[in-house]
């Protein structure tokens, strides 16, 4: 089973850009469809966007769909999120996820998750 570790979070003004980055351990990462999901204090978890084991399909949230792209690099291990024209919404703390299953919207679809990194966007 891999283990996922999130890096790239900080603070960024509205419009601003950053990009997250999950690097996993183990040999299998390329067997592992991925997900970021994000959560708001006070707010449930939320589906950010998936990365078939293939690359070949993608799925966004709502919110996030033309702003940020999930792309992965299997040789390097590791996810990426790039998020463009940020909004002070998007602030949240920020879950890379994995599953070797069918990837999915719900959270409970994946059982292998990283500790998260906090993304925050002022106005």
């Known amino acids: 089973q891999v283990q996922l570790v999130e890096s790239g979070g900080g603070l960024v003004q509205a419009g601003g850009s950053l990009r997250l980055s999950c690097a996993a351990s183990?040999?299998?990462?390329?067997?592992?469809?991925l997900a970021w999901f994000r959560q708001a204090p006070g707010k449930e978890r939320e589906f950010v966007a998936a990365i078939s084991v293939n690359i070949i399909s993608t799925y966004y949230g709502e919110s996030v769909k033309g702003r940020f792209t999930i792309s992965r690099d299997n040789a390097k291990n590791t996810v990426y999120l790039q998020m463009n024209s940020l909004k002070p919404e998007d602030t949240a703390v920020y879950f890379c996820?994995?599953?070797?299953?069918?990837?999915?919207?719900?959270?409970?679809?994946?059982?292998?998750w990283g500790q998260g990194t906090q993304v925050t966007v002022s106005s």
């Open positions: 996820a994995a599953t070797r299953f069918n990837l999915g919207r719900q959270s409970s679809s994946y059982d292998v």
């Open positions: 183990g040999r299998t990462f390329s067997t592992y469809s």
